[in-house]
């Protein structure tokens, strides 16, 4: 067992057995070696069953949205990248800030599951390339923190015990490709543009995965839920799918914290993560450079108007 | 594996249109207002001038009602020659259009659904109706039945309560046809009176403790909102009412009619083809999911 | 005793465009970066290796299909069926889960007093023709759910991996007729070889009396507990080989006319079971997930005396939170049953 499994076993059993918390939100090691799901837990005997490693990658934020109603307060990991999700929770008021106990864990970047090729075997895999353009390794809010990791609203290094291996294994080496694939359809033309969210919008079956793990799609009642208004159908022609994409990116648009889950959750591998960086390059543009899910009192660039900002469309 | 006891599909060869998803081009012929957030349709299909029903219904069937370009849903339908009735109340999209409509609106219905009652099995048994608001709906095709094969039945008795004298459906039925028919007792009830209103006030359950109805050799049909339903079955069964013999019919979200959707389903059944009546001896058998 | 039939791997596009001459033919492909069954053309990126992503029932239901047109000006309307015919196809190179999963969907759509013609004359203009599995996936447990892999005996031909070669022979008429055509056209050789033994599943899992188990599970408490992490999207039941549960749904073209859809839809989805003034009879994820599996491995079997999940592990391998079948039969089948 690694050393961030204890801490987590520890402090979650501490945190049942007073009745500080009455449920517990992390992970736990799936029927295969690579595989690290969520687990959800309330008793302290249970705290036996988490675990963490390198396959942890579901952000669980977005879970916390089964209690916004409730009275109860819960605790969950984050990593990096996840933490920025509790702040958009708590920015979109989704959930009050005592009813929840954010506890930080370092992060030694996270493996892409795609390349496994025997199940049966464990073997060192290649880091997701989220991970390998990750710029908040380190949690941007906690209330507690376990294995060394240490809080951080900054673009930060990897800390904690993990850090080395993060470096070695690349966490943050590509950042500057973030926009890479952006710029790659960017540089298409308009035909090749078309072609190509086309055959992606084909594929979408328009199952939701993608809105119903994201932290910053917690709308009580979804538009595409409601058959009622007629607004949008439940046809999953390229049409009404393109339409469902661009709707779901617009919707995030400048709340997004490029946690990934998007598109790592869509069962058709659609570059979800293409059209929200998009939007994101497009807001650094006209507002300014910002990461959202970072500061939690900073105001996002689209809630706060500014007599300088750009209104060439008026 | 445990066997459900579920009624026969009542149906079948005699509805199996060409596509059983499409509807039929219909007319609605007549529009009465029973109360204010309820109205009656009757619909008719025109073949040469002449208006009839665009399919029969038994006792207790479903007919899927659509307003093109609005909405689609499930009613209970009682059945006569020249046309369908399915009386309807007012509770969100579709329901709301119906209730701006004239009558000359075309309308697409599909059907008929549902197993019906089994009234077979109630020949020479005296009956026992209940009914809750729009309750009344389903009840009434029953009624009308039996009022139609009046020989076959013993004594008829209907217990009908509804919010106020003002919610009260079917009055010309409640107050007129009903209690002029030989050995029919009709006791209604409401849970807030007016000024004029000489009848009962309660609720349905305390009025049915009240008459205490006779189980011996009695068959109950049950229909009202969940809340009406609960508090009456268990005075029911204090009056001696066994499970085969207290009826009702259920309501859960459908689309399709037929089976196939899978949207209506309780447990292994599915509402629209193996309901929507059931004994309550059945529903003990079922999920406890409605 | 007639010698197997068999036609060369190498030989495979001819075999496929000597067929599509005569009809439509599905075959495992990879389409923008999923594998999927679909129609071939010349140049198809063709996958015979593994299973695909997304279960081969596209080909007879649709994610969305047209069934009436409808108008309306004032108080008139009309309505305007979809003609549900389609030309001859194939479905190719279906392993035995999928076609366990259409006898599933034939239970539902054409069986029990009804038929789906949407459904049903695809069904009938289908040629299905099975393709033995000797590598299961990662994520595959067919034989736990007593799906052979080796072969399917419903199909109307039943493919054999042989190696460097694909072994064929016929089961029905349309098996026959097509393998004729195989043999006229010089296709098809006699060969000695048989089929290797199914290499063994990483995935096992006992599913013996799970249906009665949960008979007796209704009210348990894990079903809570298995349904925290679930996202209640629609993943598993999409992906899914047997999931059948459609909507009826309006697509207006203008404010006079449009079409009604038959489209996918899933007891996963909130508003699902949703009624007008708002009652639910399935209102949180514990619920609805219960119905998932309940539906599967209890519900199915009541009604239509087979498994409705047949071990093709597709919702295993694309969960985004790994809620597996598996450990759900396992766990029921550990489980205290609560009476
Ligand atoms: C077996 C059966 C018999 C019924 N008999 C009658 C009757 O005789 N008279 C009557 O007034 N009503 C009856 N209902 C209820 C009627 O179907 C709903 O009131 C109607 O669907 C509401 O549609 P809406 O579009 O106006 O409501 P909205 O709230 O806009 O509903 C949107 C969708 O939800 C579904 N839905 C909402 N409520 C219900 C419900 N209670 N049951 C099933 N689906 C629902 C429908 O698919 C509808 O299209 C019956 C329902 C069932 C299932
Ligand atoms: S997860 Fe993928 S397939 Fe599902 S709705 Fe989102 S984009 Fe479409
Ligand atoms: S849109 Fe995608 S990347 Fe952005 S917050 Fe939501 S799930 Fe994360
Ligand atoms: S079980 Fe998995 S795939 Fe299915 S609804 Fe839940 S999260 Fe989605
Ligand atoms: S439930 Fe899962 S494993 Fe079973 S048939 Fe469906 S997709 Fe395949
Ligand atoms: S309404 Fe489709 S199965 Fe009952």
Known sequence: MNQITKEMRDLARELLASGEVKG????????????????????????????????????????????????????????????????????????????????????????????????????????????????????????????????????????????????????????????????????????????????????????????????ACNCRECIFESDKKGWVNKSATPTDNAFFAVTRAMHVAGRCVECGECERVCPMDIPIMALNRKVIQDINELFGESDAGTDLDGKMPLGLFKNDDPEEFM | MVEQKINPVATLSDVKRINPLIPMKAKVTRIIDETADVKTFCIAKEEAGRFTAPFRTAPGQLAMLSLPGVGEAMFSATDAPEHLQLSIKKVGVLTDALHEICPGQTVGVRGPYGNGFPMDEYKGKNILFIGGGIGLAPVRSVVRYCVDHRDDFGQLHLIYGSRSPADLVFKYDLFDTWPAVRDFKVSVTVDRGDDQWKGNVGFVPAFIEQLRPDPENTVCILCGPPIMIKFTLGILDKLGFTPENVITTLEMRMKCGIGKCGRCNIGSCFVCLDGPVFSLAQLKTMPNEY | MQRLKAFPKAKLTAVLEMMIQKATVWVPSMIAGVSRFAPYRPGTDIQMGTNTAISPKEALFPSTEKIYKFSAYGIDG??????????????????????????????????????DDFYGSKREATTLITLGCVTPGADCFCASMGVNPAEHDASDAQMYDLGDAYGIIARSVKGEALVKDLMAAGLLSDTDKSQGPTADFVLKVDSEGITEKLQQMFDHPLWDELSRKCLNCGTCAYLCPTCHCFDIAEKKRNQHCGVKIKCWDTCMFSEYALMAGGHNPRPSKKERVRQRFMHKLRYFPERYGKLQCTGCGRCIAKCPVNLEITDVIKLAGEAKSDG
Request: charged letters at 25%.
């Open chain 3, 78 to 115: 009309d309505f305007e069926p979809v003609d549900p015919s389609v030309g001859p196809q194939i479905l190719f190179g279906l392993r035995s889960c999928d076609m366990q999963g259409i006898l599933c969907l034939d239970d539902v759509f054409l069986t029990r007093g009804y038929v």
């Open chain 1, 24 to 215: 517990l939100i992390g992970w736990t090691k799936g029927s295969r070696w690579y595989l690290t799901p969520p687990l959800f837990i309330t008793r302290p005997e249970e705290a036996e069953q988490l675990y963490f490693d390198q396959f942890a990658v579901n952000n669980l934020t977005g879970l916390l949205l089964d209690y916004r109603y409730g009275d109860d307060k819960i605790a969950l990991f984050v990593k990096g990248c996840d933490s920025r999700g509790i702040v958009r929770l708590l920015q979109d008021h989704q959930i009050k800030r005592e009813k929840v106990l954010v506890i930080g864990v370092p992060c030694m970047g996270m493996s892409d599951k795609k390349a496994v090729t025997d199940p049966r075997q464990p073997v060192e895999l290649p880091l997701l390339d989220k991970c390998l353009e990750c710029r908040y390794p380190n949690p941007v809010i906690a209330d507690r923190l376990i294995g060394g990791a240490l809080v951080s609203g900054e673009p930060s290094e990897p800390k904690g015990l993990t850090a080395s291996e993060a470096a070695k294994r690349g966490v943050g080496s590509k950042q500057a490709d973030r926009f890479a694939q952006v710029k790659a359809i960017e540089a298409m033309s308009a035909d090749e543009k078309y072609a190509f969210w086309q055959a992606q919008h084909e594929k979408c079956l328009r199952c939701y995965a993608c809105r119903n793990i994201c932290p």
